[in-house]
Each structure stands twice: as structure tokens, then as C-alpha cells.
DNA sequence: TCCATATAGTAAGTATACTGTCAATCATGA
DNA sequence: TCATGATTGACAGTATACTTACTATATGGA
């Protein structure tokens, strides 16, 4: 038998996962910001940047599966790292379509220099949580977005990046 | 003294809670979207939508702290959701610079009809933990997003909001 | 070799998200 | 009442995030 629809109440949204998500998103980039705002980087631009910085020569559509961001919104954050010179785009030998991303000097400097910024900002977001508590959120976080990432428009592909290594250039 | 700066991985980024807190962000409106596909309705407009059904007449001040999101962003949703007819924005007798906001039937009919879908996109965020793990991570992560609060740009007033009605009009 | 298909990067269009700023309006206190 | 400061909604500007479409280039098979 079909049930009775509930009277719709706040709680409808802040107890739903996907508003919790929201909120805690937007906390994080808060905190992230506003401890990294000495290097003018948001967390994008700086997951872009460790990317590089470990796949170098890699190129835009294999970055995007390599840190799960969308392949269109990548390119004006590249735009960005390049106007900001810290980061470099060289055509590729093989391939005239795909151009290499390198760090620079500048990069390499404000990558290393903001390491501890962004560990006391990761720090901060789950400091409110007693110890235990963090590591049993931070194993199921990591858990649910594995196991969801397919259902994500831009699933991660952390292997397949690997492959252009020694080939590209 | 001080630590060796130790060698950057993509696990800096991959294990950040940050980063894990985007991607879920991601996957969660990827499935909203999805699930939802046949109302036109992103999770912010229904958000809205649900807060406007709860406090008829709430003005767009107070309507972003009751959802926690941010004023300049909330001017342009209100915008979208007025142009697709589903809500009404009325001048305040009281104070010329308000304009309070209802849900128009339509709009009122929208939110009834949706909410089986928004119930099963929620459900799906969570699907692949098990049962205990959903329980546990929902906990935790309202806990969080509690004792962060104050930590966002926008914090949750939920409280304030109630102090409109009977006021305006 | 030539054609169909696939891919890389780019661009346009929409929707959040946040920063500032501004004019109009309101509320308060001297 | 009048000056001051606060609030409301609007706007401009920047940065993600995603969709679709387009060009240039590669690649594979007939």
C-alpha cells in the first residue's frame, strides 16, 4: 500500500547526504583559502599543481582523470597556473593536438612553500572531531567515493595516467 | 627540530579530507541531477524551494541563512526559480527594500512531486556503504558540519529565520 | 590511400559560490 | 529631526563545474 507523503519540514534538507556534502564543501574551501591565502591558490588550482608536479609532461585530459576534475573547467585553471607562471604548456613532439604540462621554477617554489599551509588547513576541517573520530569519517569518505566512482561525471583514472610516461614528448 | 619536508605524491591530495570532500560533493549532485532529471531542478533551487514551502514570505536575507548559502548566489537561484514561475516575489509593506518570496502552485506542486526522486538520490549517495557505515558516516558528518559552523562563509541561522514571521507582510 | 572514427583542446552557455561595491532604505542615538 | 550606521537587494568580477559543439589532428581498417 502506497504510504502517506510527509509534511515537508527543514529536516528534508539538513539531513539529506547530499546537502551535508554541500555544506562541508564549502567549509573546507573556506578554511583552505583562508589559510593559503598568502600563495593566492584555491584547492583546485593546487591539486592541479601536485599533479603536475608528479606526472611532468603530462598532458590536460589525462590530468583531468588523474585528480577527477572536469576536462572543460581544467582548462581555464590551467589558463590560470599559466598566466601565473607557474606552470608551463609545451607542444608535443608526437602528438601536434596535446601541449605537455611542466611546472616552472616559480611552481616548483610555491608547491613546496605551501605544504604546510594546506596540511593545517586539512587539519582544521576535521579538528571539531575527536581523534578517533576523524580517522573513522576520513576511512568512510574515502570508502564511499571509491566505491561511487563511476557514478561521478568525471570517475578517476589515477592508472591510466601512468601510461603516457616515455611516450609523449 | 625541524621535520624533512617530506616528497609530494598525488596521496597528498588523494587522502586530503578536502579533496575527498569535493568529490563527494560532485558524485552527490551528479546523482541528484540525475535522479531528478525530469523536474529541472538543481539541489540548490530545491533547497530553496523546501525553505520558501517551510517560511512563507521569508525574504532573501534570511532565506540564505536558513539554508547557509551564500546571499549574492541565492539573488541569482531566486532569479531562475522566479523565471520558471515557481516561486513569487512580493514587495514588504513593512520595509520597502524586502521582497518576500512564496511558492506559487506551481511551484508548490513541483516540490510535492519531486520529492520521491530527491528521497531516491539521497538514498543512492550512501548505497554502496553498508547499512551501519551510512548511520555512522551521517552522523559524524552532520557533527562536523555542526561544530564547523561558524568556520563557513555562510553559517547556518537556522534560529533567525523564525523571527520573520508575523513581523513582515 | 582514403574514410570513418576517435581524441585533444577550445569555446559558448548555464549554474553555483564568493568578493566587493553600490543605492535605497531603515533604525538609532544625539 | 537629523546625522550615522546598518541592512537589503542588485551588480560586477573571479573561479569552479558541467554540457554541448567545434576544429585540428590521429588512427584504424577497407
Given at each position: 500500500m502506497p504510504s502517506k507523503p510527509s509534511p515537508i519540514t527543514m529536516d528534508a534538507v539538513y539531513t539529506a547526504p547530499g546537502y551535508l556534502f554541500r555544506r562541508m564543501q564549502q567549509i573546507a574551501v573556506s578554511i583552505f583559502v583562508e589559510e593559503c591565502s598568502a600563495f593566492d591558490l584555491t584547492p583546485v588550482q593546487y591539486a592541479a599543481l601536485v599533479a603536475i608536479h608528479t606526472?611532468?609532461?603530462?598532458d590536460a585530459t589525462r590530468l583531468s582523470a588523474v585528480i577527477a576534475f572536469d576536462r572543460s573547467t581544467l582548462g581555464n585553471v590551467i589558463e590560470r597556473l599559466e598566466s601565473k607562471a607557474l606552470i608551463e604548456r609545451k607542444p608535443s613532439r608526437g602528438d601536434k593536438r596535446v601541449k605537455l604540462l611542466h611546472l616552472t621554477k616559480s611552481g616548483a617554489a610555491v608547491l613546496r612553500d605551501i605544504m604546510p599551509s594546506v596540511e593545517r588547513a586539512q587539519s582544521r576541517m576535521l579538528q571539531p572531531l575527536k581523534p578517533a573520530d576523524r580517522k573513522a569519517l576520513l576511512a568512510l569518505l574515502t570508502q564511499l567515493v571509491d566505491l561511487n566512482n563511476e557514478a561521478s561525471r568525471v570517475p578517476l583514472r589515477a592508472e591510466d595516467a601512468l601510461e603516457h610516461l616515455g611516450k609523449a614528448g
Open positions: 606526472h611532468p609532461g603530462i
